[in-house]
């Protein structure tokens, strides 16, 4: 593959990227200088302890914060040139009270390029069928008039990831985009959001506290140290997709998520 080719693929890229807090004696390193590479439609897992730089790498990537040293492309630009078109799910939904679900889902239609420019033609047509065929994908098919304080967590979640999605990002950040939610819950999304990736094929970059999650979801992991963070492993999950819940039981993917905890431990410590 050319360089030129090569570039192409690639959706985000650190390139020693670091990221210092403060000055003088109250500087705090947040981020070693890290490399970081996904290609186009790569879903990789950011895991690692408490505080050691993981929704540090997805501020650099939306630009929210700019590198100390290094720097962040991406779409094989500077990131904060903002080329590709993203999508963001956090563990809060954040939904605007004041507005039904199908309101709430259609927002990035209204203020993201190229659709805003058509919004008022569409928003009763193409993109209100656009919602509902998304919300029907996720089982919300009936419930597009609801306000959000009519919803459960779960619920308010998989709006929250069809939100993230209806304009479709070549990027897609989640942060604990289920850590609220009780285990069966979080299984029921870890499967609607691998059957939704699997039929958009988005760039995906998960910030996530729980190890199978990222197992079951992911095609790498990457395991980030304490603070100073930094990437000491970036491990390819030998998994075919899609993949069965059962999945997550088996002795072969205990052992991975056990090897997981352990290195987190250590590095931890």
């Known amino acids: 593959m050319t360089d030129a080719a090569s570039t192409r693929r690639k959706a985000v890229e650190l390139q020693q990227a670091s990221v210092i807090f403060g000055i003088g004696d109250k500087a705090v390193t947040a ?14 897992a950011l895991v690692g302890p408490s ?14 914060i700019t590198p100390s040293s290094g720097a962040v492309l991406v779409g094989g630009r500077d990131a904060a040139i903002r080329h590709l078109r993203m999508g963001m799910a956090f563990q809060n939904p954040t939904m605007l009270p004041w507005l039904t679900i199908e309101q709430n889902v259609m927002m990035p239609l209204k203020i993201v390029k190229p659709f805003k420019q058509s919004y008022r033609q569409d928003r009763k047509g193409a993109f209100r069928d656009r919602v509902h065929a998304l919300l029907g994908q996720v089982g919300l098919g009936d419930f597009s008039g609801h306000f959000p304080w009519q919803l459960s967590g779960g619920m308010l979640q998989r709006a929250n990831l069809c939100r993230a999605l209806v304009h ?6 989640l ?5 609220a ?5 979080r299984e029921e999304l ?4 691998q059957e939704l990736y699997l039929d958009r094929k988005p760039t995906v970059l998960l910030v996530t506290h729980d190890l199978r999650e990222a197992g079951f979801l992911a095609q790498r992991i990457c395991v980030m140290s304490a603070r100073p963070g930094r990437i000491i492993s970036d491990e390819v999950v030998p998994l075919a997709q899609p ?5 997550i039981y088996t002795p072969e993917f205990v052992e991975k998520t ?12």
């Open 175 to 179: 942060d604990e985009p289920f850590g």
């Open 168 to 173: 479709d990002p070549d990027l897609l950040l």
């Open 243 to 247: 993949r069965a819940i059962e999945t």
């Open 31 to 44: 981020l070693s200088p890290t490399n970081l590479t996904l290609d186009k439609g790569d879903f990789v």
């Open 181 to 185: 939610l009780d285990q069966f819950t």
């Open 258 to 269: 056990q090897n997981l905890r352990a290195l987190i431990a250590q590095v931890r410590a």
């Open 190 to 193: 870890w499967q609607t959001l």
């Open 51 to 64: 505080g050691c730089g993981k929704s540090t790498i997805l501020r650099l990537v939306t630009s929210l």
